[in-house]
């Protein structure tokens, strides 16, 4: 039979711990879901388990950490880790663990699943040593384990500039910095400059690692598009145009990036109503400032509901675990909103530096959009071209190209391909990605055994 609790947190990143704290104080019963084997998310990933080094290494924003991660395990709630949740149906919430089928229940589900890297579909990604900048983030943080030199980075993003730190810090050759932006972003920035310096030290922490990556000894390369790939003499070579000039550097590891955005598979699942970030071109769960979405009973926080960073992800957590014990008469309005005042205030400082870094980092809708030969769907390995002559034969909407085309049917279920195949319609078909059905998520949301499904059925029924 399904295990029930007051509220079912799926996520043990900095919202999921924040909320579980703050609902079980107010005495709920908080089962808490995560994939990975302990906390942290992310951002914090094997924070528990970190040398101290790499600790160091990585600073105060990573170690903050630690704190979050020692007060969840000092509340009552209930942690199942390597647990993976593929399907979530009528307050019922399915995990696959360790190959064990499991359901838990609950009026109150609380979506903390953060944010994804956005695939950077070009010519060649699919080579050995191209990676994600967040990638190459997480093995460092997982193992210490750092890049073959000398490193090409490309891209656009708070991220990448961090990479090319970490590079520095670390004493890795760059063979050049390949950014996708344009001054035009920096310029258009400006105006949000005022608002921004309500968090003065985090906004010269942001302006430190742009200088660094601009007083880099490689090449640094503005307004880069048309970037290729390939494989030469052991090396990658990588071929780009900046302006009407042609450029080319060889490397052993290529880093891309194009920003992160909030992974909603789940709330999509669940029918919640998403807006269209037209900024920063990612689609994102409708919510009040408590997190609860458009269906009762379903919140969103963190990066998963719009991406804000791990301290914001944190103080929407406890906004969020308050709501679920107001709505639970564990607590009155007026006791949740004394509680919360002082977290608002917060969140506003946190979140003021957004519309600066939304618009300094802003993807330019040309450069997400892939060339004919480059495979968009790895799984199935279809090329952009492939799509295109599909959309030219009138089938215009994502799910429509996947009936032909079987994209987004592979392992990732179309978690690397979805975000290109929007960008591609949008430009044939000259429209908005936010006026594009995007895809119909069913369950399974990841890969589970028949034998798993049909013992979860039965315990249900």
Known sequence: MPVYSDIVIIGAGPAGMSAAIAATRCGLSVTVLDRQSAVGGQIYRNIEHSSSELQNFLGKHYTHGLSIAEEFHSCPAKLITNATVWSIENGTVNVSC????????????????GAVERPVAVSGWTLPNVMGAGAADLLLKDSGLTLDAPVIVYGNGPLLLQSVVHLQQLDIPIAGILLTASYRNFISS???????????TYLFEGMHMFLKTLGSKAPVFFNVRDLSLSHEDKQLMASFSRGRKSHSLSGQTVLLHE?????????????CLHDWNSLQRYWYPRTTCWGETTQQGVYTIGDGAAVYGAEAAALQGTLAGLECARSLKKITKKERDKKASATFRKLKKVTSTKPLIDTCFAPIPSKLVPTD?????????????????????GFLTPDGIKSQLRTGMGQCQGRMCEQAILEIIAQECALEPESIPTYHIQPPIFPVSLGEIARTDASSN
Request: hydrophobic content about 40%.
């Open 259 to 271: 920003g992160v955005i909030p992974d909603t598979r789940l709330t999509r699942l669940t029918g």
């Open 373 to 393: 030969e480059t495979i968009v769907c790895r799984c199935e390995e279809i090329t952009a071209g492939e799509i295109r002559k599909t959309i030219a034969q």
């Open 190 to 200: 400006l105006p949000c400059m005022p608002q921004a310096l309500m968090r003065p």
């Open 98 to 113: 360790n190959g064990a089928a499991m359901s838990f229940c609950s009026t109150h589900i609380i979506i903390a699943s």
